[in-house]
């Protein structure tokens, strides 16, 4: 079946470091890709998208991610993490797949 | 900005009692979807309606629940008879068109609590 799995349910990295979440997809046809943000309370909110073209995908707060087919990844990264990104991170497949999520905790 | 809107917040329920909850999507939007996530869970599909039919449904989808869009603006899920396991964030989304590289606007959540 087509899905996405999350490696790590939660991540804690310093304020000021690298964020990496880590997303693999599983598919036989191309996929689009879907990186959401939940912060506590709320509901789900897009953080950016890969569709077609550019591998590369910016999304919003900083955020990017890289579609890699040889590797079937498409990993979530922010070069310095900011107190303000400790939420709930779902990586989603066709936009109706979700991953099981990773916590990111950002320490002071 | 439009956003999606759900009501209510939370909602406290008797086990077997029916509970309807409400979402009012993006205007302009044609597909429509209920997710669920169980406390500290993923969040789950549950049903996709376009074109006033349902589109897709998950197994979790099953005969006590269903799913209505009564008027221009509102859709909604219906648990018939709820179970304590049904106790969950139910979060309702819109999309402008089917298309799977659009995305999803999600509301912000309806805390069911089953008792």
């Known amino acids: 079946a087509q899905s996405v799995t999350q490696l790590g349910s939660h991540v804690s990295v310093s304020e000021g470091a690298l964020v990496l979440l880590r997303c693999n997809y599983s598919?036989?046809?191309?996929?689009?890709l879907f990186w959401y943000v939940q912060y506590p309370n709320q509901g789900l909110q897009l953080l950016l998208k890969?569709?077609?073209?550019?591998?590369l995908v910016k999304g919003i707060n900083g955020f990017e991610a890289e579609f890699k087919k040889s590797e079937t990844s498409f990993h979530l990264t922010k070069p310095s993490a900011h107190m303000s990104d400790a939420a709930e991170y779902f990586c989603?497949?066709?936009?109706?797949?979700f991953g099981a999520g990773t916590r990111l905790t950002v320490k002071p | 900005e439009p956003e999606v809107t759900q009501t209510p917040s939370h909602q406290v329920t008797q086990m077997g009692q029916e509970v309807i909850l409400r979402c009012v999507p993006i205007?302009?939007?044609?597909?429509f979807y209920w997710y669920r996530q169980i406390l500290g869970q993923k969040v789950e599909f549950l049903v996709s309606f376009y074109n006033n039919e349902i589109s897709e449904k998950s197994e979790i989808f099953d005969d006590q629940f269903s799913v209505e869009r009564p008027d221009g603006s509102n859709f909604t899920l219906k648990i018939r008879s709820t179970k304590l396991e049904d106790s969950a964030m139910y979060f309702c989304a819109s999309r402008v068109d089917r298309g799977p590289s659009y995305e999803q606007y999600f509301g912000p959540g309806t805390r069911l609590t089953v008792t």
């Open positions: 989603a497949y066709n936009d109706m797949r």
């Open positions: 598919s036989s046809v191309p996929p689009y």
């Open positions: 205007s302009n939007h044609l597909y």
């Open positions: 890969y569709t077609t073209g550019a591998t």
